[in-house]
């Protein structure tokens, strides 16, 4: 399940923010599947990327069905958005990695931060499937994320701000929201 989340939020560096969004209130919403999850007031919903992830996840997985998820964006700052998901999910703070300064428990709400370049070239097999033609190019650059467990009635939820954007061949400066279990 950790290897989905992880490509889905590979691939949401990859597609980024497409025409055709739609502006969502910041109140729990139904997604498909009764996917109940908390959108960031503000955000935009993603339904292109929201789609080419779910063909990217039948591309891992062929023989089972796609999971229920969701892709938002916001200008918001990554600490705004991942303290309101860290607060919301009754988490209080974001710890600032996944050590929780060398706690032994994995903290649920923690920072990470990534390469886009690193990023885009382990997925290449699957875009390549996807038949998605990007230049990889301009897939530079360093990004800082946030990592939140998922609870009970909610998703995980993966944040990361910029992200690479494999529709435009370009870094896209605003926060991603990706929503998946």
Do not use: W
């Given at each position: 399940?950790?290897?989905l ?11 980024g ?5 739609k502006s969502e ?17 503000g ?28 892709i ?15 607060q919301a ?12 300064n ?5 903290p ?10 690193a ?8 875009m ?6 990007v ?11 946030a ?35």
């Amino acid at each position: 399940m950790r290897r989905l989340s992880s490509v889905l939020g590979v691939l949401l560096l990859l597609a980024g923010a497409v025409a055709g969004c739609k502006s969502e209130r910041g109140t729990p919403q139904a997604g498909p599947q009764g996917f109940a999850f908390l959108v960031y007031p503000g955000s935009q919903y993603l339904a292109q990327l929201t789609e080419l992830d779910k063909r990217a996840a039948a591309v891992v997985k062929p023989n089972q069905p796609p999971p229920p998820l969701a892709i938002y964006d916001s200008d918001a700052p990554l600490d705004k958005v991942a303290a309101y998901y860290a607060q919301a999910y009754g988490y209080g703070t974001v710890a600032p990695d996944a050590t929780n300064n060398l706690s032994a428990a994995k903290p649920p709400a923690y920072y990470r931060v990534g390469d886009l370049t690193a990023d885009f070239n382990r997925f290449q097999p699957i875009m390549q499937k996807l038949n998605l033609k990007v230049d990889a190019s301009k897939a530079v650059g360093k990004y800082r994320a946030a990592e939140i467990e998922e609870t009970l009635n909610r998703p995980r939820v993966t944040l990361q701000r910029p992200y690479f954007d494999v529709i435009k061949s370009q870094v896209v400066d605003r926060t991603i929201i990706v929503m998946a279990p």
